[in-house]
C-alpha cells in the first residue's frame, strides 16, 4: 500500500555541512501544490503532520508515501529551503508473479478529491462535505479534528474563498498557519445538492445556466435596460460592475428590467451576466430552489373565455299592457276599460364577478433523484 520514503532514517546537513537539527520536509501531489498526506506505518493508518520534522540529532524519522509521483521540499528549522524535488516517480508495484502494469498517480484519490457514494456514514481517510468544520487534534473541529486533517485544511484554503469556506477567527498568512493556531475551516455544504458543471469550465461560457449580455443603468434607479432579454428571468442574480452583489430581477417589461438593489453608476453597454446561481462560473457557488410558488408574470398568457365589465349606469323604458279593469262610475252601471301604464327602470353601475380559483401553494421543482454521501478525500 504504500512506500518507505528514500531518506527516512538518514541524517539531514545544512548547506555547511552542519546537522540541520530540526529541519522540516514538506510533500506534495506530482507537479502541483496539493499537500500529499504521508504516513509512519506502512498500512497508512497513522498520518503524520503536512511539515515532518528531524529529531534532535538531524535523522528523518520512518516516512511512508501512497503510491504515485511526489514533489518534496526540504527546509531548515528557520525555514531556508535546503532542496525542492518535483516529479519523483513512485510507481506501485506490479501485482502478482506475473508482472502487470503500476499505478500512476492519476490512478490514486488524492486530497480534495470528492466521492458520492449512495450510502450514509462515515468512510475511513474522508470526510463529509456537510458543511461542519475539520480542523487539528485542538481545534474543537466538528466533523473531524486531528491531525490528519491538515492537508485538507491546506487545500480547502487555498481552493475556496473564505465566503464559501470560512476559517474561525478569519484567514492568517497561510493555511498552515491558520492549522497550527488551531482554527477550523468549514468543509463545503453538498448537503441536499446537485453537482453542475461551471458555466465556462476553463472554455469560453456556455450560456446554459447564465445569460450574458449587456446592461444600462441609471445612478440610484432600480431601473435598467439590458441588450437582450432572451433567456432573463425574475429572480436570477445580476453580476455587473455598477450592481452591488446580491441584486435579483424583481420584473420584466420588454429589455427593461427591475433591480432588487439601485445601480452605484450610470453607464452604457456595462457586460452582465444573469444566473440563479451565486456565480455561474465560480467553482462552490450555490443556486436554485426545491419549490417555488409561481408569480403572475411567470403564467403563459390566457384567458378564461368571456369578458365583463362596468358600463355604468343605464335606464330602461317600458309600456305595460292594456288590461281590462272593472271601473265603477257614479250614477252609472259598472264598465269595463281598460288601462296602460308607461314609465323606466333604473340600472345602476355593477360587477359580475369571476370566482378565483387555486390555493397558492408552491409546485415542486425537483428532478428525480437518489441520495447519498458526498465525501472528501483527506
Sequence with gaps: MAVLW?????????INAAIAVGARVRFFAGHTTTPLTVYADPALATPLPQEVMADAFGLWPAIYLPYGDYDE?????EGAQLWYFRGIANPAPGSGSGGGSAVGADQIFQTGDVLWLPRAGLRAGWVRD?????GSAGSGATERANA??????????LTYDNSLCPVSGGRG????ADFAANKTIALPDLRGRTPIGLDD?????ANRIQVSTTITTSNGSTSAVVANATGLAIG??????HVPPGTTVTDIAGSTITLSAVATAAESGTPARFSFFDDAQVAGSTGGVHTHLQRVKELAQHNHGGSTGSAGSTELSYTMPGAPMTAYISGSNAQAIAITSTGTIAIPAHMHAIASDGASLPMINLQPSVLGTFYRKL
Design 6 to 14: 528514500r531518506l527516512s532514517g538518514t541524517r539531514v546537513l545544512d
Design 73 to 77: 521540499q526540504a527546509l531548515t528549522s
Design 130 to 134: 456537510n458543511g461542519r468544520t475539520i
Design 148 to 157: 490528519d486533517t491538515q492537508a485538507l485544511f491546506e487545500y480547502l484554503w
Design 173 to 176: 498568512a497561510t493555511g498552515a
Design 201 to 205: 469550465m476553463g472554455n469560453g461560457a
Design 236 to 241: 436570477m442574480k445580476v453580476r455587473s460592475a
